[in-house]
C-alpha cells in the first residue's frame, strides 16, 4: 500500500530560471496545482537568485548590477510521501541546490 502521508519538500535554487524550471516540472509532471506552490527568497532580502541567468544577464558580456542578486530561491510543496522520490529528481534536473524533505 502507498503511503498518502503528507510532507513539506523544498528544493533550493541559485537562479530565479532553475526556480522556475522547478515550478513548470511540479506543475506539468506531478499533477501539483499552482496554487499549492510556494516560491520564496532563502534570507530576508528580495532576491532573484545569487546568480544572474536569463533576463538577469548582460547581453553585452558584462554584469548587470540593477537585478537583486541577494540569495538563493527557495521552491516548496507540500507532496505525499510516494512522490517523494520522483519530486526529487524534478528538482534535481532542473538545477537545485538543495533539497530537503520534512
Not at 68 to 82: F, H, K, M, Q, R
Request: proline share 3%; no cysteine; charged share 25%.
Amino acid at each position: 500500500m502507498a503511503d498518502d502521508s503528507t510532507t513539506t519538500i523544498r528544493a533550493t535554487f541559485d537562479t530565479r530560471a532553475a526556480a522556475d524550471l522547478a515550478v513548470e516540472h511540479l506543475v506539468q509532471q506531478h499533477g501539483i496545482s499552482r496554487p499549492d506552490i510556494f516560491i520564496q527568497s532563502v534570507g530576508a532580502d528580495n532576491t532573484v537568485g545569487s546568480a544572474p541567468s536569463g533576463g538577469d544577464a548582460s547581453h553585452d558580456g558584462g554584469e548587470r548590477t540593477d537585478g537583486p542578486l541577494e540569495g538563493e530561491i527557495e521552491v516548496s510543496a507540500d507532496i505525499t510521501e510516494s512522490r517523494m522520490a520522483a519530486v526529487q529528481k524534478s528538482f534535481g534536473e532542473a538545477g537545485a541546490i538543495r533539497v530537503t524533505g520534512r
